[in-house]
């Protein structure tokens, strides 16, 4: 019981355990108006209502008392009148519904999620989703849920959020996650824990340093298909042996849901690869056919004005020239499908050996130089590292192939102005090397810029001035630049020009 000013008059015991309070001489204490709420609205504008408008109030809310004790509370606030009618104090009722406020809160989560399978549009917006959703009753500030992959033992996690670190996915051996995994059950480790584990050896190092990690496993069917974790860099408090509990039962509910996502978007990406690989063997088929029968035709066409009697010494030699150029185109194209024949079962790799880069733009650049002087195109070329320096372990073969490639490309769409050729060390590390072809061409508009790596597209396919070629150039570079352990890309403004630039690691040869 209060007065209208808020005084506590008189308290029992039960009200001592909601607040968490020692005595009821502590208790009253307080003031109810200075009560402070967690959420929505006062105390005090309710207990003011109660006492202004002479009526009951029923509410609901979340609060922490004086004694930090966080509880949701169901109050009847009824006014007490005197003999004139004025309210002077107010009897309080006050129920503590918590746990019946949480497990409802559970449901209500575990339903929303569940529903949330046809409402959202892939996995990660459905992971997406349950982080918000779980956040209502566990700090989820940092929060992963991993898939784990049997097959190739890792773990992909298609939703991460974490103040520190970011992963798309990493090898699941001697990680926290899969120690989940491997003991079929949830993990709640404080430093002490982590430390351990660490010492046994059951767990590498991996990630920044938490000061708690709780993880459950998701199952289905009894199999495990991936762990949902959160983790605390700063409140070593953050999850306790109730929020374990609380997310193991929701875990079990929700994995179901993730799974069949999961298996929906499996599913979607089988379907877009087949239909990708039916497009491409089209393309390919089509592409081809008009590749290898042109030079054909050119082949076939001049041996047979070959035959005529009577030609000059100097038709002889043009037609020859022709026959030996579409050879050479022919020759050029069974490589390269050969390449990526090669690179696609998997047959080849980087073989290294000591090569001078240097050697090797000189060579390209002597290469090209007629070539571009005689269509009015300057060719400049940029080395940044002396001659003792470029002497580097590379596979001297593919860095060739895919520099030539590159320059024969910017060769090819460059009618008139400049190409440059060079490298330059990557700063701050220099522990890259990144090569690059620039040239003042055709340019290549913004939405083909990722398609040209692909194997034979071409950036306008309706392109009328097509110029020769089976769109395999790239595709071949970009493998050989990923197998040397570097990154290809392309900066380009459409009808302005083009820079490719790849990147290998320096690994110098000291003379
Ligand atoms: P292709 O044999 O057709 O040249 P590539 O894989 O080497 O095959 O290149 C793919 C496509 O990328 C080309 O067809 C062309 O449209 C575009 N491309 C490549 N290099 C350049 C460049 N330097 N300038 C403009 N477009 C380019």
């Given amino acids: 019981m209060a007065t209208k000013n808020g005084e506590i008059i008189d308290a029992n015991h039960a009200l001592l355990e909601i607040l968490g309070s020692p005595s009821i001489e502590a208790t009253k204490a307080i003031n109810v108006l200075k009560f402070p709420p967690l959420v929505q609205n006062s105390y005090a504008d309710k207990f003011n209502q109660c006492v202004k408008g002479g009526i009951t109030i029923e509410f609901e809310m979340d609060y922490k008392s004086k004694w930090e004790k966080k509880t949701t509370l169901h109050s009847f606030l009824v006014p007490l009148k005197d003999i004139e009618g004025n309210v002077s104090n107010v009897y309080t009722l006050i129920e503590d519904i918590t746990e019946r406020k949480r497990s409802e809160r559970i449901q209500n989560i575990i339903f929303k999620i569940s529903n949330a399978v046809n409402a959202t549009e892939n996995l990660e917006q459905l992971i997406s989703f349950t982080r918000h959703e779980l956040g209502k009753i566990i700090d989820t500030s940092n929060f992963y849920l991993a898939l784990y992959d049997e097959q190739t033992n890792s773990l992909s996690l298609p939703f991460f959020k974490d103040s520190f670190d970011n992963f798309d996915s990493f090898p699941a051996e001697k990680t926290i996650t ?101 497009r491409l063997k089209s393309a390919f088929l089509a592409n081809m056919s008009h590749e290898i029968r042109t030079p054909m035709n050119g082949i076939l066409g001049f041996s047979d004005l070959l035959k005529q009697p009577g030609l000059s010494g100097e038709e002889r030699r043009t037609f020859i020239d022709v026959i030996e150029r579409a050879g050479q185109r022919m020759l050029s194209i069974i ?67 895919v520099l030539m490639n590159l320059t024969k490309n910017a060769s090819k769409y460059t009618r008139h102005g400049r190409i440059e050729i060079g490298y330059s060390l990557k700063e701050p590390s220099k522990e890259f090397l990144e090569f690059y072809v620039k040239d003042t061409g055709i340019g290549i508009k913004n939405e083909r810029q990722d398609a040209i790596f692909e194997r034979f597209i071409q950036a306008d396919i309706n392109d009328k001035m097509a110029l020769q070629g089976a769109g395999l150039g790239l595709a071949i570079s970009k493998a050989f630049v990923e197998m040397m352990g570097g990154k290809i890309g392309v900066e380009s403004d459409f009808g302005k020009g083009s820079t490719f630039y790849f990147t290998i690691p320096y690994q110098q040869v000291k003379a």
């Avoid at 709640?188 to 000061?211: H, N, Q």
């Fill in 178 to 278: 899969h120690y989940v995994i491997k003991q079929q059950k949830s993990l709640l480790a404080d430093t002490k824990v982590i430390r351990a584990l660490l010492d046994s050896g059951e767990v590498g190092r991996f990630g920044t340093d938490c000061l708690i990690w709780l993880g459950v496993p998701l199952k289905v069917n009894e199999r495990i298909i991936g762990v949902l974790a959160v983790q605390s860099y700063t409140d070593e408090h953050a999850f306790a042996e109730s929020d374990q509990k609380m997310l193991e039962f929701i875990s079990d509910q929700i994995s179901v849901a993730i799974y069949r996502k999961k298996a929906e978007e499996d599913l979607k990406e089988a379907k877009e690869k087949a239909e990708e690989s039916d």
């Fill in 335 to 401: 490589n390269d499908i050969v390449d990526i024949s090669k690179i696609e079962s998997g047959q080849m790799s980087a073989v290294y050996s000591k090569v001078n880069i240097n050697d090797q733009l000189n060579f390209i650049f002597d290469f090209f130089k007629t070539e571009s002087s005689k269509k009015g195109i300057e060719l400049q070329m940029n080395l940044a590292l002396s001659n003792d320096e470029a002497t580097i372990f590379v596979d001297g073969d593919k860095l060739y192939a």
